[in-house]
């Protein structure tokens, strides 16, 4: 069963502004993880939260977890025209770390 | 990092005919899935190909329908059988890094089409 829901299921903005998008789960985790999903191909895995981490960083992102809320954010500052795509939250509990795939969010960025 | 390589790309199929995947990794790896994305859905996880073992499939999804091989620990093969229309889907091989943090690698996918 799906754990993770991302929202909003579409977003789309000015290459330069920056893009928010966010996921909520059901039950606790043990990761939580971003993925990026360009036009039907592959997945390229983004950036991985521990449960007992809050915030994480990499180059023009920027992840927060809230797990008293069950949530998480994904933050792409400056966004460019490359960045349209499709984004995944994944996350994994108890004692399997398999990922399990919320629905996505689909980002254009204009140029 | 893992590089991964899946055959065919696409395919469009008949109904009631199979299709064999491959997936190759330029690395050995101790984990391998195999995924489903239907059209403008989510992944979902068909089954963990084990090397040397029966793969372990997931609620939903029987070895007679997708029969998986590994028979070492850079190569495996799913097979969609007896397809129909409703296979339609991107079917994603992936594999998780040694020691294993959580995330996975994947493969580009391969697009079926079933007519």
């Known amino acids: 069963s799906q754990q993770g829901e991302e929202d909003p299921q579409a977003l789309s903005i000015q290459e330069g502004e920056n893009a928010t998008m966010n996921c909520s789960y059901k039950t606790s985790i043990n990761n939580l993880q971003w993925y990026r999903q360009n036009s039907g191909r592959g997945l390229v895995h983004l950036i991985l939260i521990r449960s007992n981490e809050r915030e994480k960083h990499s180059g023009r992102l920027r992840v927060t977890l809230d797990t008293s809320k069950k949530s998480s954010s994904l933050l792409i500052t400056a966004s460019r025209a490359a960045d349209t795509a499709s984004y995944f939250c994944a996350t994994d509990a108890g004692g399997s770390y398999i990922p399990t795939f919320g629905r996505g969010t689909s980002l254009i960025v204009h140029p | 990092s893992a590089v991964i390589s899946q055959k065919p790309s696409r395919d469009i199929c008949q109904r009631g005919t199979s299709l064999t995947i491959q997936c190759q990794v330029d690395s050995q790896v101790t984990m391998m899935f195999w995924y489903r994305q239907q059209p403008g859905q989510s992944l979902t996880l068909i089954a963990t190909?084990?090397?040397?073992?029966?793969?372990?499939?997931e609620s939903g999804f029987v070895i007679d329908k997708f029969p998986i091989s590994r028979p070492n620990l850079t190569f495996s093969t799913l097979t969609v059988s007896n397809m129909s229309p409703e296979d339609s889907s991107i079917y994603l091989c992936?594999?998780?890094?040694?020691?294993?943090?959580?995330?996975?690698?994947f493969g580009e996918g391969s697009r079926l089409t079933v007519l």
């Open positions: 992936s594999v998780a890094s040694a020691p294993w943090a959580g995330e996975l690698f």
């Open positions: 190909a084990n090397q040397g073992s029966e793969a372990t499939y």
